[in-house]
């Protein structure tokens, strides 16, 4: 499974960024190889409309099959990721990447239907 | 004659403003009054008179034919983000395209032809020596600069220099008023005597500078808060037109949608005032 988090840094350590459009990274675990990729999403802040669909164009760009965030997507941006067939699981906003992906695999994360 | 009605703070009194001095002058000129503010017109609440022409407006939005190459050209060329490019499918976002049609004329393919869609509705109605011109968007809709240019380009081609031509304006600083004030004569901002109004204007006042446009200031419910408008006005040199006194009578005239300039001397003397100020312009 390859599983992407939003993310406040580029490590397990980091905090969830709670945002999708405007999250600072995007940060993907890929379970098969044991590897961690990430873009940077920080020159979202500069744009003053359509940051959804935006992030969402990077975001499916790391092919994911999941995506653990905070608040979730909104209405663009969620039609991008259904398109996708990407399952969102939300509700990790407190926790750092490591919490939030053993919170995950522990089934206490709530999905989003897109 | 073309005037802007504008104010940075909303609820200052563009409105009261604006219907009332249009409904003024039209005693002695031929008038129009052009309701700008599409997200949520109300000058139409004090009009009269029939209506004699309504007709849909529509911006110009891509539609992906499918069958091209993916390129991604299209997605990489939108400065407002309203295309994704998928693996098997471009996904447009209507409400975020502004129709610069880049995508449209760049894509190697024309897979990205241009349909018209419906954005809103513009309505003209006339009583006497008093047109009145409103135009909404629909309901959904998220951007009014579109349909504020067609509606100038309405009063263009309906109204020659021989009318009063009355703006009434969105609220703000923001691209709305901006496209709003382009192509008139004169700008006159309302505001209110108060810390919040006197910030919003000086935000106002700043646009109209960048935008070189002439504008004066009106002061609406003169009376409350304290004189800080009327120190930074002379210190900035800007001419304050009017005063309109804060009274309740005439809020209670506005809030049963009638017109406040033949009913109440005082605030018919300001009237008088802007008339007399913005007809010894040029």
Redesign the interface.
Known sequence: MRIAFTAKGTDWNSKIDSRFGRTDYLLLYDEDKKKIETIDNRAIAN?A???G??T??KF?GLKPDILITGNGPGG?AA??LK??SVKVFIGASEMTVKEAYDTYQKNLLQEQTL | MKIAIASGKGGTGKTTLSTNLAGYLSKQYEVVLVDLDVEEPNSGLFMNGPLILSEDKYKMIPEWVGKCSMCGLCQQVCKFNAIVCLEDEIMVFPELCHSCYACSELCPESALPMFPQKMGELKHFRDNHLSFVESRLDIGQEQAVPLIAQTHKYIDEHFNAGFVRIMDAPPGTSCPVIEAVKKVDFVILVTEPTPFGLHDLKLAVETMKALNKKFGVVINRFGIGNDDVISYCKEEGIDILAKIPNDRRIAELYSRGELIYDKFPEFTEQLERIKKYIFTLN
């Open positions: 744009e409309h359509g940051a669909p935006q969402a164009q499916i663009n039609l991008v398109r996708a």
